[in-house]
């Protein structure tokens, strides 16, 4: 038997504490999002709501989080990677790297730039909506659940391999629900939602926080989809500025999911995740050289 799971299994964390970890996870991030939304059902100004919605969504899945892990799972915040919000540079440059070349990339291909026609103030409501909606509640949120909750507990029951994998091919199926869109496009975002997956649980080890991932996360969320800039095969008269793609190619344009399906932005994950495991091998190679040195001034 695996020596990390073996360990695991003598620690007492069951498989019932893992599933259950799963599954309070999933159904919290959907209740507890449509709860949120109430707040779009007041009179409320249309810059006001989107902060609202983030603090209501933010705050209840940090609650309930926190009670789960403390009252049922009886493993710590700070094990589950939520500690104090910090961050470090080296993922904030990343995170607008990421979504600006993958942009950059895709206006390269052929196709027609739209100003759509809005207002000064509609603009500012999208770019409210972007930041606080799209950015910082669902960035934050899915990262505490996803690479949070969810990730710690497999790990602890099944180790990093399977805490990496499983929470992202389950993040990807959470995408699917709500929508209809062929098997082509399915399996794209299947593919492209458990590489992202994947990219944001590395960043969580290599950080040792989901701060990093959701600022990446975020950033990626409000440039990609947030409405300023939206890149696509269909036109929508919703966001500020929409480049239609001349290609049909699905692999391109990502089919009926959008963009954030296409082969630049598996591509992107990609580089990003594989940067991510050399930063993770260097922190372990600098760690063994330090202890080396120790033990040379020791001896």
Known sequence: MNTELQENIENGFTTKKAILAIILGI?????????????????????????????????????????????????????????????????????????????????????????????????VNVVMRAIFSAGLGAGIVEEMFFRGMIMKALDKRFGKVTAIILPSFIFALMHLIGIKINIVSILLLIVAGTSVGIMFSLIVYESGSIWCSAIVHGIWNIIMIGGILTIGSSYHDKPIYYYKLASESVILTGGEFGIESSIVSILGFLVVSALTLYLMKRKVKNCNNEIDAFEETTT
Not at 65 to 84: A, D, Y
């Open 27 to 123: 159904i919290s991030v959907i209740l507890l999002k449509e709860v949120s939304r109430i707040v779009y059902r007041f009179r409320l100004p249309d810059t006001i709501s989107p902060i609202l919605f983030s603090v209501l969504y933010i705050g209840m899945s940090y609650i309930f989080i926190r009670v789960c892990c403390t009252k049922i799972l009886h493993i710590s915040m700070n094990e589950c990677f939520i500690g104090k919000p910090r961050a470090k540079i080296t993922w904030l440059i990343i995170a607008l790297l990421l979504p600006v070349i993958v942009s950059g990339v895709l206006l390269c291909f052929p196709g027609e730039l739209i100003k759509n026609n809005i207002t000064t103030f509609q603009s």
